[in-house]
């Protein structure tokens, strides 16, 4: 592509990730608000680092008010304790230099190490960072006195603004349990929305949300569970509600993906879309004014319709299902039957179900201590920091301290996506100081009120939170135009005339950037490639589930989201690519035969998750002679061991074409349903309509899943 071209995609990208969407203004305003809120205080009471606590309202802010209250809550108990605990450490490596510098190895390997060999991630990186920075002020601060007096106001630093967040989430916070239940009203919108006009781009929405998975959505129930947000038979319900969306969602992507969608004619797809329409309406709405708790979060419930409206929608939802014909192939009834299952669970009259929930995952990581990229990993971090560490210190330059910070705030797990992320960093942090150089020079002279500062830092507060609320791919550089904004305005209880401080902490990020580039691209580089394969056996793995026949319903549920998921997921990180040094590209002669995988696996899904639908969706198989069946079943079970042992060789890493010959074919299913009937019509037997519309249907995916696989697999052999 020709660099004018990628300077026009970039931007492009730069342009969509800008484009408003629902609560985006709020969490905006609200971040922006508190932000003048805090500099306000800080100034009036003569609250030290103002900076920090600004900042730390963009680290702890959510989009639903349950998550910003327990993070703000958390945040204030880890600083309770990470200060108490680094006097208490402190007091061990008074006057003793090398020991300082062996517990700050020490922590610093730790929280990085258990920050990518555990489930805690980024909590754990905090941890190691806040015990390695304390122990490394002992030897900056002349007397233990000033010191300790100094970690103390570190406390309010943290408590003030995390006071203020869970006040403005009490009264303003958008309600979790409100927020899953937008999942499922997005979801069915996104449905009807292909049913009704079948492209591209309809597809591309439901795609999109099928790579969202549902964990974001279980997680909104579990606060509200554990906050009280909403009765408990209303969670319940939603949490149905999120399982069945997405079904549904998949089950009508795989019928475009198919070309299956024709089979469905435009009456009945309109009528099925309007369905949706309504049911979205429906799922939108609060709980009935009796059902709200005393205690709520953010506006007033809406008054809810009559219930004769949800009897108004499964009653249309059964026209659909009567009026349709009985189906050559399986996916129409199955999208019907998903809407109407939808509609019933939204009946008042039904009682909630538990729903399915997957299983948790261990605190560690199964390959924790076997695994070498894990040690690497913390090895590299710590080298980075313990390099500026020494070099801001041996020149006696404190004020480029943040170039230590950095290095714990931009380590990611490969070398595409640190030099992703200190990317955005450093953009953003030139941003925040060009803007902070600004004010200083045309603002603040004519400034001289607290007010009038409160307000330019709640507008550039306005503009980076607007910039963080956007996907991974610019979210952090509105953090740090945000942290290098305050640095440069707010460092002072008066108005910020002096850009030496300012420029100083600037230049540390710009430091800790250089250095974590060169670390991470010459020792031990790793290649995005390696998480581009893991999603892949993921993918595979996943997909051999749902073709297997033994599959259950409820099993086949997770196993669709983890094949959406992981999907997503590779392609996301392919462009992370673009971000590593031209000396990790040799892995890249991989990336055709992974690129014609990923293909491979996409195409293999649809067919792949109608053929497990159409089991579920018909009991006519059970008349069935048994040798058509148990030929029906093994089709599938050879399905299964070739997605299963495409995953083996993705997960061993073979030099090989990565996916397997494909030596099987529906052709000896086709032979033994035709005599099949064949001895039917010569013993004088009618087959059951049903029952050859199921075998008509099935076959007929089993054609296509086989055409698909032989595009992208190689042929080997005879085929069977």
Known sequence: MAVAGGSRSMLGVFWDELQPYPGRLGMSLQTSVLCMAVVITAMALEVPEAALSCYLLFFAARDNAGEGILIAVALIGGATLGIALGVVFLAFSADEPMLRIALMILFT?????????????????????????????DGLVPTP????????????????PMLYLVIANIVAGRNPATMARQVVVDRLQAVAALLASPSAETRGRVVELLGEGSAGARKYLDVARLLSFAPKAEMQRTAELVDRSYRLMVVAEATYANDDMDAVTAVERAALAQACHRLAAQAGRSPRPGSVPSFTVGPAARTDREADDVAALIDDVGSV??????????????????????????????????????????????????????????????????????????????????????????????????????TLRIIGCLMGGALGALTIIFLMPHMVEIGQLAVVVGVVAFVAAWIANGSERISYMGWQLALAFFLCTINSFGPAYDLDEARDRIIGILVGNVVMFVVFSTIWPVSVMATIRSSLVACSQALANIAGPAASPANRLLDYERLHTALAASRRYHRYLAFEPAANR??????????????????????????????????????????????????????????????ARLHQGDDETLLPAWRHSPEHAQAVWARTRRRALDDGQRLPVALQADITGRLELYRKLDRRMANHAPQRGGRR
């Not at 931009?410 to 640190?418: K, M, N, Y």
């Open 109 to 137: 390997f730790g929280g990085m190490f258990f920050s990518r060999a555990s489930q805690a991630g980024e909590v754990a990186g905090t941890v190691g960072f806040v015990f390695a920075f304390v122990v490394s002020l």
């Open 145 to 160: 006195e000033l010191l300790i007096r100094a970690l103390a106001w570190m406390w309010v630093v943290v408590f003030f």
């Open 321 to 422: 299902l009567t009026s349709a014909r009985p189906p050559q192939a399986a996916p129409r009834p199955d999208i019907a039957h998903l809407i109407g299952e939808v509609s019933e669970i939204l009946s008042p009259e039904r009682e909630p179900k538990p729903a399915l929930k997957p299983g948790a995952e261990p605190m560690l990581a199964p390959d924790a201590f076997t695994n070498p990229e894990y040690v690497q990993f913390a090895l590299k971090t710590t080298l980075a920091v313990m390099i500026c560490y020494i070099f801001y210190t041996a020149l006696d330059w404190f004020a480029i301290h943040t170039a230590m910070i950095t290095c714990f705030y931009v380590a990611l797990g490969s070398t595409g996506e640190t030099v992703h992320k200190l």
């Open 586 to 647: 040799r892995q890249r002669a991989e990336l055709a035969e992974m690129d014609n995988a990923l293909a491979g696996i996409a195409e293999m899904a649809a067919p792949v998750t109608l053929i497990a639908e159409h089991g579920d969706a018909s009991d006519s198989l059970r008349s069935a002679p048994h040798p058509l069946k148990k030929t029906l079943d093994a089709f599938r079970t050879s399905v299964a061991g070739y997605l299963a042992s495409l995953a």
